[in-house]
């Protein structure tokens, strides 16, 4: 039995105005329309809603019944189409997004806090990615947005602006470097570092920046994450470079000193990157314009 919404709304508003031609107008249809449908939906329930006389139509026992029960189906018909059009504006739905952990330790909590604040039916799921792994799963389609240091990742992906950020070297506070208020590359080279895990941007750079010199970083241990990064240089096993308010928000009780790095690599762009804005679920959409909106570059 195929009941038509059109017409349970019809008898409800029967029951409400209490006159055929009144729920008529109420509904923008004919009278004889009307009559038609609610003689159909008798009908189709093999059941009699109105005993019809020259006073009216009044209902029976069975359209009382049937009022409730009709104002349930009509309010889950209404909530299934305002879930859909939520998830049409991207109030619903989920996103997907890896990140490269400078991204996650200085600004996702925060924005994401808001961001889910604002959106609580939106569902962000965020993985920790190196940035060349996170641009992979973006132009793969593993991943809806990536937070990346700016860079060469291949064709098809869209980058845009997102946080500049500032790598810091950190030293234990009785370090030889720690009375010094700025260092540069050459100065850390000598001293045995704590490296970030393999195939990091910070240890590529650091590496790369160390050949040019002629010279190469001495790895005495390599980490996966800041504050474990933190936690060996405390404990006197080498210095490290990491961004610095990472390193503010980590250091906590620790013993260390965090030096400017006095080399333009230092200073670095942080990007979204995407296949194309144009082509985000809604749900991406609202979230790259909330990470963007609190200022770029």
């Given at each position: 039995?195929?009941i038509?919404?059109?017409?349970?709304?019809?008898?409800?508003?029967?029951?409400?105005?209490?006159a055929?031609?009144?729920?008529?107008?109420?509904?923008?249809?004919?009278?004889?329309?009307?009559?038609?449908?609610?003689?159909?939906?008798?009908?189709?329930?093999?059941v009699?809603?109105?005993?019809?006389?020259?006073?009216?139509?009044?209902?029976?026992?069975?359209?009382y019944?049937?009022?409730?029960?009709?104002?349930?189906?009509l309010?889950?018909?209404?909530?299934?189409?305002?879930?859909?059009?939520?998830?049409?504006?991207?109030?619903?739905g989920?996103?997907?997004?890896?990140?490269?952990?400078?991204?996650?330790?200085?600004?996702?909590?925060?924005?994401?806090?808001?961001?889910?604040?604002?959106?609580?039916?939106?569902?962000?799921?965020?993985?920790?990615?190196?940035?060349t792994?996170?641009?992979?799963?973006?132009?793969?389609?593993?991943a809806?947005i990536?937070?990346?240091?700016?860079?060469?990742?291949?064709?098809?992906?869209?980058?845009?602006?997102?946080?500049?950020?500032?790598?810091?070297?950190?030293?234990?506070?009785?370090?030889?470097?720690?009375?010094?208020?700025?260092?540069?590359?050459a100065?850390a080279?000598?001293?045995?570092?704590?490296?970030?895990?393999?195939?990091?941007?910070?240890?590529?750079?650091?590496?790369?920046?160390?050949?040019?010199?002629?010279?190469t970083?001495?790895?005495?241990?390599?980490?996966?994450?800041?504050?474990?990064?933190?936690?060996?240089v405390?404990?006197?096993l080498?210095?490290?470079?990491?961004?610095?308010?990472?390193?503010?928000?980590?250091?906590?009780?620790?013993?260390?000193?965090?030096?400017?790095?006095?080399?333009?690599?230092?200073?670095?762009?942080?990007?979204?990157?995407?296949?194309?804005?144009?082509?985000l679920?809604p749900?991406?959409?609202?979230?790259?314009?909330h990470?963007r909106?609190?200022?770029?570059?």
């Open positions: 039995m195929k038509d919404p059109v017409s349970l709304r019809l008898f409800v508003a029967v029951m409400e105005e209490s055929i031609a009144r729920a008529a107008a109420r509904e923008h249809i004919a009278p004889s329309a009307a009559s038609r449908r609610l003689a159909e939906l008798e009908e189709q329930l093999a009699e809603l109105f005993t019809r006389s020259n006073r009216g139509a009044e209902p029976t026992a069975a359209a019944a049937l009022l409730n029960l009709a104002r349930d189906v309010n889950d018909l209404d909530g299934i189409a305002s879930h859909m059009r939520d998830y049409g504006h991207g109030l619903r989920h996103v997907c997004v890896v990140a490269n952990i400078s991204a996650i330790t200085q600004f996702l909590p925060a924005q994401l806090q808001g961001f889910l604040a604002r959106h609580p039916h939106v569902d962000v799921r965020l993985q920790e990615c190196i940035s792994d996170a641009a992979h799963a973006v132009a793969e389609n593993a809806d990536g937070i990346i240091n700016d860079g060469h990742y291949g064709q098809g992906l869209a980058l845009l602006p997102y946080r500049r950020d500032e790598l810091v070297l950190i030293v234990p506070s009785d370090h030889a470097l720690a009375g010094r208020a700025r260092v540069t590359l100065d080279l000598p001293h045995a570092f704590v490296g970030a895990h393999p195939g990091s941007t910070i240890n590529n750079q650091l590496m790369r920046a160390a050949a040019e010199r002629g010279q970083v001495r790895f005495r241990i390599q980490v996966t994450s800041f504050d474990a990064m933190c936690m060996m405390d404990a006197g080498g210095v490290g470079v990491l961004p610095r308010l990472s390193a503010r928000h980590l250091a906590g009780s620790l013993r260390i000193r965090a030096l400017a790095l006095d080399e333009p690599w230092a200073q670095r762009q942080l990007v979204l990157c995407m296949r194309a804005y144009e082509s679920p749900p991406a959409r609202l979230l790259v314009d990470l909106e609190a200022g770029c570059g």
